[in-house]
């Protein structure tokens, strides 16, 4: 089991980026790189870290947590629907089928909570009771459990853009996705949430909510992107879950939490997490994939360019 003393030794050593020759060029999101190859994609995870719609920095191990607690996932729900996973050649690496994404995100929400401008609690607590075109009754408080989950689609965000607000009615006014299409990502993504809170709780933690990535293959929906990590979804501990407090989370909203704390809410210079808290993160991100997994978080060499290139290769 990696100690506090072995996460801080490994924070200047965290994977930032790399560079394969030859199966470029690469194309660079907020915490991955991605490489074409022909039909397939390469992805990297690495130990970048977002929010606000920003890089903030890097947390040492997050790439290999995302990049297996996925692979794990896409295992879990293979029946509910298929997946773009091809073969995982490195603990950062997912040889994935090239699919063309859709134009929305899914973001499926059980619990009125979250600090983004496009939170379901900050919209809520500002008055609005129709968020994303979804009633809501009066009088709920922060981190309550809603009625019954509720998908929240918004547009893609790309290149730092904030994702705008998007109904079920728009979706399909505006063509984005064809109406029978969007019925299946619907019946799609409540099924894998619903699957996710299952295995969360027995995990002794809830699946808060959770953003699926759909994409088509030959006209045919998969689940693409990285799904039900504690980057793409929000996790609490079961046992600190009580109305009215703030539960201890096992996601990247700890590490949001503490830059709204420090004033910063994606405006300017970020200011810089010490090495102490980097840590922390990095804790909570193992904790996560340990207890949904059952299985103890033991790093791979720290990848490089040459091996993953030949892994891939080979």
Known sequence: MLTHQDLLKAIPTALQSVDLDGFGPKEQGKVRDMYRLDDRRILITTDRVSAFDRVLGVVPFKGQVLNQLSA????????????????IP???????????????????RGYI?????????TLYDAGDRRPYGIPLPDGLQKNDPLPEPIITPTTKAEKGGHDERLTRAEILEQRLVEPPLWAEIETAALALFKRGQVIARQAGLILVDT?????????????????????SSRFWKLDTYQPGREPESFDKEYLRHWFADQGYR???????????????????????????????FVPGEQPVAERIARNLAG
Do not use: C
């Open 113 to 121: 909570t979250g600090v983004t401008k496009t939170a379901l609690w």
């Open 211 to 231: 953003k699926y990535e759909f994409g088509l293959v030959d006209g045919q929906l998969i689940l693409i992107d990285e799904f039900h990590t504690p980057d």
């Open 90 to 108: 490195d603990p950062n690496v997912t040889i994935a089928r090239s699919a063309d994404p859709l134009p929305v995100e899914v973001v499926v």
């Open 72 to 87: 794990w996932w896409f295992e879990q729900t293979e029946d509910i629907v298929k997946n773009h996973v091809m073969a």
């Open 266 to 296: 994606g405006d300017g210079q970020p200011p810089v997490m010490p090495d102490e808290f980097v840590a922390q993160v990095a804790a909570r991100y193992i904790a996560a994939f340990e207890q949904l997994t059952g299985q103890e």
